[in-house]
């Protein structure tokens, strides 16, 4: 096992990548936030804490996003079922997908066909923890990423997150 971010370097990667948001969506107006179930929603979590120090919480649109059944590759068994919550129109606004591992590109694929039952963004952009490279299927590709690593197919990314692993690391297995 490789540690690619430790506790320290996580958390400076999540006040930098929130920083970027800022960047090009200053007081976040017309912009909404969607953490990807079930392992995004740490990663997003940290983002919106990071953004409400830096703007007013009112500005704050974050939702949660739930893909299971928008997915063409995960098709055996029962699907555990994770909560879709999104409180807010999407329709003609930012939105920004956060995800902690952007890998093949079938998880955002997902993501985009499931947020269109909610409307007609004006513009979607992704935020990614980790971005693995050289594994992508689909040509999708990241606007804020945290760290870009090369890895070989056989190796796994795992995020650990305290409030799920009692630690804050990313690894590779």
């Known amino acids: ?11 400076i ?7 970027q948001v800022l960047e090009n969506h200053l007081d976040l107006e017309n912009t909404v936030l969607i953490g990807l ?5 740490y990663f997003s979590n940290r983002i919106v804490e990071q953004l409400k120090q ?12 739930d893909i299971t059944f928008y997915r063409d590759d ?3 068994g ?28 079938r998880t955002i694929r997902a993501a985009l066909d499931a947020l269109l039952d909610f409307g007609r963004p004006a513009k979607v952009e992704l935020c990614i923890l980790i971005d693995r490279r050289f594994s992508r299927q689909l040509p ?16 796994k990314v795992k995020v650990f997150w305290k ?11």
């Open 13 to 19: 990667t999540i006040q930098r990548l929130s920083h």
């Open 37 to 41: 179930q079930p392992r995004g929603i």
């Open 78 to 105: 029962l699907h555990e079922l994770n909560q879709t919550d999104i409180p807010f129109s999407i329709e003609n606004r930012n939105v920004i997908l956060i995800d902690d591992v952007l890998y093949t590109g």
């Open 54 to 65: 830096q703007v007013s919480p009112a500005n704050i649109h974050y939702g949660k996003l």
């Open 140 to 155: 999708i590709q990241a606007d804020y990423t945290g760290k870009s690593i090369d890895s070989i197919i056989t190796q």
């Open 1 to 11: 096992m490789k540690t690619i971010l430790n506790e320290q370097q996580l958390a």
């Open 163 to 173: 409030e799920k692993d009692q630690k804050d690391e990313v690894s590779l297995l």
């Open 74 to 76: 995960v098709r055996k």
